[in-house]
């Protein structure tokens, strides 16, 4: 038999209970997706109310990665002001400069993540994260103990890959890593809501949290509104270049007070570009030996994106942005702010100054030359071109 949204928060109180006695510093990671903000609300709640003691100290450490869907960081300020005025120390976790999302396409020339090339959750989700949690680890001088949002699903295939990463169908992209990652030294990981079905989240967001003052119903938009729990859909980036589809963002544009957002289904076909229109990139053209004296094993990759490549998709982003806020600004409504002035200046920096990824100065050939083919053995192939000019003793067709 299924369990109650009751039976469920007493599960939730009885692990809160247990640990509770063996950790005096609580820290909780929130990214204001469903899942987090159910831990967040739920545990505060608990906390007030009396039903678990309070520990010495509880800390809110909030990702901002800048690329959340809007109405969820939205949600996510309102939800952190309420619980700033419940006297709880919210922080917000924010990658190094040059790690950031977009400063890290566009100013370092790093083309955007893909399946293969994953280099984004732990950048700018888990690292940060982690930094702040052995700071806050420094600071008190004792274990932590790290709360999440990690729930299990209600199939063993979507558990495997909630334990993953960057899960799809409800899940926040990284939450399992975190859990993965927390070293054993800085923290212990508890999941108090792991137990809990989608049905208990979404009856505790928007039946009870409102009553208890918490704004949480805005969440539900971000998943498709007043159909969120049938979309279920999973939140993350805006236009994350792994997804196939950007289910979340297309469920907001539909709600006539977001539609304003529409310019952001501009993102995900940008990452596209910049990605596999290889006229964006660089290529390598000689043979590299690794530290162990063997060829690399792909001799001529395609790598960083061109400075003209990178300058076109900053204005592409900017355009986007200042599309959305002039509307936003008429129509008062929550601005966006995808890159803001200090990572502009810095994007431009970086480009000025004719910044590559390690391993690349610029030097290499246009991504889509027609370049001789060169094999990890050294062998080259030449272009048919050459080919024909060769059998034509120099002449060229
Ligand atoms: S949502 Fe997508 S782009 Fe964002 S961190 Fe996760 S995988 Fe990367």
Redesign the pocket.
Known sequence: MRSTLGEAIEQTKASLLTYAQSHRHWAIAYSGGKDSSATVTIVAHLIETGQIPAPLSLTVLYAD?R?EITPLQVAAMKVMEELRARDIDVRIVLPEMDDRFMVYILGRGVPP?KNRF?W??SQ??IEPMMLALKELRERVGEKILMITGVRLGESAQRDARIVMS?SRDGAE??QGWFQEATPEAVADTLAPILHWRTCHVWAWLTAHCPDLGFPTLDIAIAYGGSDAEEVNART??VG????SKDNALQAVIRQPSWSYLAPLTRLKPLYKDLSFNHSNRLRKVAVELRKDGKAALNPQRVGPLTMEARLRGLDVVLGIQNEINAVAIRDKRPTVCLIDAEEEARIRFLIAENTWPRGWDGTEAEGDALIDRIFRDGTMQPLLADLVSIDLGGVTA
């Open positions: 990665t690329m993540p994953r984004c959750t700018i989700k960057c992209c990284g993350g980036c994350c270049p792994l997804a």
